[in-house]
């Protein structure tokens, strides 16, 4: 909504079917560019043009952006952009020129953004508007212009900016930069250094980053090489390679350890016997009070979401311990991942005892089911197999569901009705599924037994 720049790429909207959340995936290279200072003769005006053309109706054309206007508060974007003015140099220079074009409506302009700052180019020094750009009135031969933008009044074509600009991130937003501070930038110096302070050359603190590659992954990872660096007062640690410990979290040794410690304890104790998972579910009590309490989904607030998970699995793996569901074990392991909307859910493998192993279809059906229960008996029952244990309905009752692949269910639903359990010839469970006349109504489609999830 206060972005002077577009957001572009190759966006992959093919995977929004209406059968899932929405996704925004972009492949390929992500970029920013930006249009004309003034929009086309018919058009609305758009990002940066919001802050020069047709100011009076402002609050309108940003709150038009998006779809549902009801929900929007004019409010919060009258502060927002209250706050911006006062304190962004970039919106007070786009607003200097919305008060030269309503007072020179006919002439012809552009806008030259700086790519480097000529008085300092340390990013905790509070930038003015002379910095960061000029407005140039009149004819302006723009072959030349090195890295610096410059941007037409009328009929200039979207251009690219460069990601090494020092405007590449403040430009895309403004409320995460609220100064109009600079971003990355060739040349930075370190902290605490004079521009002309020219030491010895071992200690020489000014440097410049290689360019890697120019790509947004490219300029993260001289971002961390760029933080490396200044974290160390020795200029001989420069490019210094740092091997992180395995005990670092999510590093390619800390997976590869835990790989290692998993198939020593499947070749100690054989084959697990259960696969359980839990997932954080966001109509628990805790969050439905926090949720009326403050009016914010929990999706909003992982760290609310992630504490009360974490609890709850401290408390299930407890039981589990103590033998309160299945008896005693021999031993156990879980994983904990995060789905696309940051609630997390864990799995779990767990090694029975001795004789408690499932070594015959009677164990197997005394803990695990795959029936929908008789409403009439366990109606408490029914209703969370329902609501939690139903996949789909897909094949042909629903085509477009989206496990389909190539016209089948690539989790091999609906399965066959079977009076008994039994076991294949690579040992997998085939669950007894009866077929009992119970069923329960999901899209305007009646579903029993063959969908239900183990």
């Known amino acids: 909504m206060f972005a002077f720049t577009y957001l572009g790429g190759k966006v992959l909207d093919s995977v929004n079917n209406g059968s899932g959340p929405l996704q925004f995936i ?13 929009p086309d003769p018919g058009q609305k005006p758009k990002f940066a043009q919001l802050y020069i053309y047709d100011t009076q109706h402002e609050i309108m054309h940003r709150q038009g952006i998006f779809r549902q206007t009801s929900e929007i508060d004019k409010e919060l974007i ?18 200097r020129v919305r008060e030269f074009y309503q007072c020179h409506p006919s002439e012809i302009f552009f806008l030259k953004l700086y790519s480097h700052r000529k008085i ?25 212009h090195g890295r610096d933008i410059i941007v037409r009044s009328t ?16 430009l895309q937003y403004p409320l995460l930069f609220p100064y109009g501070e600079n971003g990355y930038q060739l040349n930075i110096l370190y902290r605490g250094q004079q521009e002309g302070y020219v030491p010895g050359r071992r200690t020489k603190r000014l440097y410049e980053i290689r360019i890697k590659q120019s790509t947004i992954r490219g300029e993260v990872l001289q971002g961390i090489e760029e933080a490396m660096c200044r974290g160390d007062d ?65 999706a909003d607030r992982p760290d609310i979401s ?4 974490h609890a709850k699995l401290k408390c299930l793996l407890s039981d589990l311990k ?14 904990i991942e995060f789905q696309k909307r940051v609630l997390p859910h864990a799995h779990m493998l767990l090694w029975l005892n001795g004789e408690r192993n499932l070594q015959s279809v009677e164990i197997v059906d005394e803990f695990i089911c795959a029936e929908l229960p008789n409403p009439l008996k366990f109606l408490a ?3 969370v197999v329902t609501k939690y244990m139903i996949h789909g309905p897909c094949g042909r009752l629903r085509p477009s569901s989206p496990c389909m692949k190539d016209g089948k269910c690539s989790k091999f639903y609906p399965k066959r009705f079977v009076d008994q359990t039994s076991f294949d010839e690579d040992g997998y469970p085939i669950y007894r599924r009866r077929n009992m006349g119970v069923t329960v109504k999901i899209n305007d489609v009646d579903i029993g037994n063959r969908f239900v999830v183990p």
């Open 78 to 95: 009258t502060e927002l952009l209250q706050m911006i003015d006062t304190h962004n140099v970039i919106s007070q220079l786009f607003r």
């Open 322 to 335: 103590e033998g309160v569901f299945f008896g005693s074990l021999s031993t156990s392991m879980y994983t």
């Open 26 to 38: 972009i492949t390929s290279q992500n970029y920013h560019r930006i249009e004309s200072l003034l």
């Open 155 to 170: 009929a200039g074509q979207l251009q690219r900016i460069y990601e090494t600009h020092s405007l590449y991130w403040p």
């Open 306 to 309: 992630c504490r009360v998970f």
């Open 120 to 144: 300092d180019r340390r990013t905790y020094n509070t930038p003015s508007c002379d910095e960061v750009a000029a407005l140039i009135v009149g004819d302006f031969d723009s072959s030349d």
């Open 234 to 298: 020795e200029a001989s640690s420069i490019e210094t390679r740092v091997i992180l410990p395995s005990s670092f979290t999510g590093s390619r040794r800390y997976m590869f350890n835990h790989c290692q410690d998993a198939m020593a304890i499947c070749k100690y104790f054989g084959y697990p016997d259960l696969f359980l998972t839990i997932t954080c579910n966001p109509n628990w009590p805790e969050f439905q009070q926090f949720t009326e309490r403050k009016r914010i989904p929990i």
């Open 381 to 383: 029952l029914y209703n």
